[in-house]
């Protein structure tokens, strides 16, 4: 047993943070074959890094060990099957594949009929104690907790990234990217989830969606108490972060100078400026597996199986429907068969990947991989993502203002472990969040921003200076030359910044499969940037920041803006447009929220995948349930979105098969 427990151990978490810039990136999937080469290597204290480095220190001070594997084990979460059952059956009401946002709303709310027997299939790992702690959010990207999936390289954007391709991490674990995300609650407005209804998606009104918003949120909003939108009695945590740095004040007060009013930006009346709300609960990171499956390990009807891979969905080809799902465990080949339905939660990468290969996607393109197809539908034809610029960065003349990583010591551990209220809970340094419009939208209602603002009490400069971990550019994979050309001079000092996110996008990416190798990774085209309105609007948010920046409250603080210097940008002067939107195709960094692969829409619609019900159009028993059926791009980050679509997924599976509700 505890030998089992190390080999588990050791093949999980080998970190591959790079810093060698010649590194050629692998495309092939990690999980069966190179197993041997991660065990080889060194595993967390490969990563220099005081939040690290002080958790060790406390966490063998606790056990009294000293050997870190035994430590990763001990502290793991486990979802055993009920009654000593040592595999799954053969047969459930309902096969869920993927633990992510979605999937753990939705298996909890369907298995609350104790008779609807539900197995839920994952790829990745259960979360650990260090997965709770916001100030770790960026390295899990480079662990087994994380899909190493690379963006199709594309010539003008990304320009300074390792080998020029953006990294598109996500979530592998129970609980998926809920668990290495930044925790960030939003959802978007009302405006975005009426417009999806208006194209024929009955069901998704921002009337409809406020419902299950208000269902899952456990709120603890100082000041927003009273507001009808919120809700208290849910499972999801929301509060925020419990620390903030007077460049947040400043931030929220250079916001209203400029007619930015500070309000609760998930409340749909006004456009403004906010704290940022966050998942949390005490300081300590709340995924989905925490919030809808870890209180739920006693019900006998909810098998969860982990680490395990689901491979294709069964589908009848003469009746299309489907019956079942093959998966890999251990090595070995199952198949389990659904009698109600399957359902496919794998998020917006594997969900349309699983469907193509199982025959349902563009025809020509599965007849070019002799693939059968079952039913011709626009599978991962579209995709949007919220690509955002890192690089406008301020400097101030006072000391000890911002986040700053080197300022963590086993004290400010110690008080976190008990407190959960200091630097270590901030997620990402992320303090504000503000909806603008800038000058050259074009969408006609005044209440549809085209820029989020994500406000930090840092910039990607926070985590550098002498020992610290620079965790968050290698998250995003930026060169260590082109990061050092450009910021080295100011690495590790008190800086603020403001992130700039393209919220409504005119481009837009897709992907296909490589080849049918299910654990080949899809080729995954972003398409960045590619309409001109984009980079306009880019610009137009960069100039606003530079707005702010020059208010009272920041120039108190003396700010001055950081001339970065890019190789690849030395044509042009600083701070001209041409500058700056060089600057955007350098350092391209993706928010992750890629959606639309698995469209929804009505019959008829012939961009849609799922109906408004979110059954796959023209095939039976299989929905998919996940961030890949948002049609439309919306004006928020996509967790929470995800988990109001599990909901929302479970009281319409709960209808189809009159379910008993809770
Ligand atoms: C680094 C990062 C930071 C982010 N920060 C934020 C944030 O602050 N706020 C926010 O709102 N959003 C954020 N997001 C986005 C948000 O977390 C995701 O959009 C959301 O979690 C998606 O939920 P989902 O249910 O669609 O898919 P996921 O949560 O990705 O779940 C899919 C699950 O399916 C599993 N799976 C895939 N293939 C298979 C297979 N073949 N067999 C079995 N299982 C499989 C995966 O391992 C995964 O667990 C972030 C994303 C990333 C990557
Ligand atoms: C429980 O489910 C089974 C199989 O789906 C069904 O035959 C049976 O009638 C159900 N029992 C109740 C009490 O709903
Ligand atoms: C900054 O804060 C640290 C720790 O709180 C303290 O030791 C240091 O003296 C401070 N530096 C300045 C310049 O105020
Ligand atoms: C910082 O700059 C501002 C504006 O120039 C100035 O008022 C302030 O005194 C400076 N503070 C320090 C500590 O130098």
Redesign the pocket.
């Known amino acids: 047993m505890h030998f089992l427990h190390i080999f588990i151990i050791s093949s999980v978490l080998s970190i591959s943070l790079s810093t060698d810039e010649e590194i050629s990136v692998e495309d092939s999937d990690i999980d069966i074959d190179s197993s041997e080469s991660r065990r080889s290597k060194l595993l967390w204290p490969n990563i220099k890094s005081p939040i690290m480095d002080e958790f060790l220190q406390v966490i063998e001070s606790m056990h009294g060990l000293n050997n870190r594997e035994d430590i990763f084990s001990f502290l793991r979460d486990s979802y055993p099957l009920p009654e000593g059952l040592k595999d799954p059956y053969n047969e459930y009401d309902f096969v869920i ?7 753990c709303a939705l298996a909890s709310r369907l298995t609350e009929d104790r008779n609807t027997t539900v197995l839920l ?4 790992k259960p979360e650990m104690f260090l997965t709770d702690v916001p100030g770790l ?2 390295y899990f ?1 480079g662990t087994d907790y ?2 190493q999936y690379y963006m199709e390289p594309q010539p003008d954007v990304c320009k300074g990234m390792i080998n020029q391709r953006c990294f ?19 959802r978007g407005r009302k405006q975005d989830w009426d417009r999806i209804a208006a194209d024929g998606n009955y069901g998704w009104s921002y009337d409809d969606v406020l419902k299950y918003y208000i269902q899952m949120e456990k709120s603890d909003l100082k000041g927003y108490e009273k507001q009808p939108h919120r809700g208290r009695n849910g499972d999801l945590p929301v509060e925020f972060p419990p620390i903030r740095t007077k460049l947040s004040d400043a931030f929220l007060k250079a916001g209203d100078i400029l007619g930015h009013p500070t309000v609760d930006y998930n409340a749909p009346e006004r456009l403004g400026f906010g704290k940022v709300q ?2 949390l609960s005490n300081g300590h990171r709340h995924s ?1 597996a925490k919030v809808f499956l870890h209180s739920h390990k006693n019900r006998r009807n909810l098998h969860i199986i982990h680490d ?4 294709k969905i069964l589908i009848d080809p003469q009746t299309r429907e489907a019956y079942g799902v093959e ?1 890999v465990r251990n090595q070995l080949l199952y198949t389990v068969l659904a009698r109600k339905e399957v359902i496919l ?7 349309p ?2 469907l193509m290969l199982s025959g349902i996607g563009p025809e020509n393109h599965l007849n070019s991989l002799g693939i059968p197809v079952i039913r011709n539908l626009p599978v991962g034809r579209k995709l949007f993502d919220h690509i955002c610029f890192p690089g406008i960065i301020f400097t101030l003349n006072v000391t000890n203002t911002s986040f700053l990583e080197n300022q963590v010591s086993l004290s400010t551990v110690i008080q976190w472990l008990n407190y959960g209220d200091n630097i270590i809970s901030s ?1 990402g340094a ?1 303090e504000n969040i503000g909806y603008i419009k800038t000058h050259v939208s074009d969408d006609p209602d005044p209440l549809v921003p085209d820029i989020e603002l994500i406000g930090l009490g840092g910039s990607i400069v926070s985590d550098g200076g002498p020992g610290a971990s620079k965790a968050v550019r290698r ?1 995003m994979r930026i060169r260590e030359s082109v990061f050092n050309e450009a910021f080295g001079s100011i690495d590790g000092t008190d800086t603020w910044s403001a992130f700039p996110m393209l919220l409504h996008p005119k481009s837009f990416g897709h992907l296909e499969l490589k080849d049918k190798n ?1 654990f080949s990774h899809p080729r995954m085209y972003g398409n960045y940037l590619t309409d001109p309105k984009d980079v306009a609007t880019f610009i137009a948010a960069i100039r606003h920041i530079q707005a702010i920046a020059m208010t009272p409250p920041f120039q108190r603080l003396g700010t001055q803006i950081h001339q970065a210097k890019f190789k690849t940008c030395k044509n042009h002067n600083f701070d001209s447009d041409e500058y700056w939107e060089c600057a955007l195709r350098t350092l391209t960094a993706t ?5 639309a692969t698995c469209r929804m829409g009505p019959d008829g619609d012939p961009e849609a995948v799922v109906d408004p019900e979110l059954r796959v159009h023209g095939v039976k028993k299989l929905r998919v349930v ?3 059926v948002i049609p439309r791009t919306i004006s ?8 109001m ?2 909901l929302k997924a479970a009281d319409l599976v709960k209808y189809t098969w009159n379910l008993k509700f809770k």
Request: cysteine-free.
């Open positions: 594949i993927g633990a992510g946002s979605a999937g299939i994952e790829a990745g959010a960026p990207q994380s899909w598109w991490p996500r979530g592998r674990a129970v609980g998926g990217t809920s668990v290495i995300n930044y925790m960030i609650y939003t966050v998942t989905a395990t891979v689901a491979t998966y939660s794998a998020g917006p990468i594997a969900s990947q699983l997620p992320v998250g299910p928010l992750h929220h890629q959606i996940d961030s890949s928020a980050h996509t967790n929470a979105p995800a988990i679509i599990g």
